[in-house]
């Protein structure tokens, strides 16, 4: 079989991160997360605490930055002049570069819209209901409930704002995956275990003729 590519996007509280999780463990591919920053700095040189800083971000890097430099080189291009467009290539660079190699899952970053092009994709987004995110955050991050509402609404804009900047679809949008599940139907074991049954129910099409599902 030829390598095929999922990608998560998420609210925040969803479960998303533990589902992708659980969902590669099952699926038994590389899993990346957090993991394609320390690769994308790694391949371009510089900090990593600069990919990290910008994640899922847009704008443009402030000018506070310009202490920070390449690992490599001489020196002379200042991470100021780094735009996020130019960290986001680099960015995706590696994610491409990791799909390329083997079957993955990649969790947020916009890698839908970076993979649009792979012949064997399958994109995915996970929610829950409000009340069941607000619920995590406390519980997770020892929040109050109005905290964990505001810590909600902040985090998900700037992955909106982020996937909305960099492509053409609509955040959260259900026309812009293959499929939208709310993992508070089934909890994230449930969620995670229905995914790989219809992941593999994908494959399937992806080797029959035409794409076809056999009768």
């Not at 986001?88 to 799909?99: T, V, W, Y």
């Not at 009340?131 to 902040?154: D, F, G, I």
């Amino acid at each position: 079989m030829k390598p095929y590519v999922i990608t998560i996007g998420r609210q925040l509280g969803s479960g998303g991160r533990r589902i992708g999780h659980l969902l590669a463990e099952k699926l038994g591919i590389k899993y990346y997360d957090r993991e394609i920053l320390t690769i994308a700095a790694h391949e371009s040189g510089y900090d990593e605490a600069i990919f990290a800083r910008k994640d899922e971000k847009k704008g443009f890097i402030s000018h506070a930055w310009h202490s920070l430099s390449p690992i490599i080189g001489a020196g002379d291009y200042y991470v100021n002049q780094l735009s996020d467009e130019k960290l986001f290539k680099l960015q995706s660079d590696a994610i491409r570069k990791a799909a390329a190699k083997e079957s993955c899952l990649f969790i947020g970053r916009a890698a839908d819209y970076v993979l649009r092009d792979h012949a064997q994709l399958i994109s995915i987004f996970i929610s829950a209901d409000e009340e069941e995110r607000v619920r995590c955050m406390c519980k997770r991050r020892n929040l109050t409930e109005k905290q964990a509402h505001r810590l909600l609404e902040s985090v998900d804009n700037k992955r909106a704002d982020f996937y909305n900047f960099y492509s053409p679809k609509t955040w959260g949008e259900a026309a812009s995956y293959d499929l939208c599940i709310n993992s508070g139907f089934l909890g994230y074991e449930g969620t995670a275990e229905v995914l790989c049954h219809i992941v593999e129910q994908r494959l399937a099409t992806f080797e029959a003729p035409n794409g076809a599902i056999g009768e």
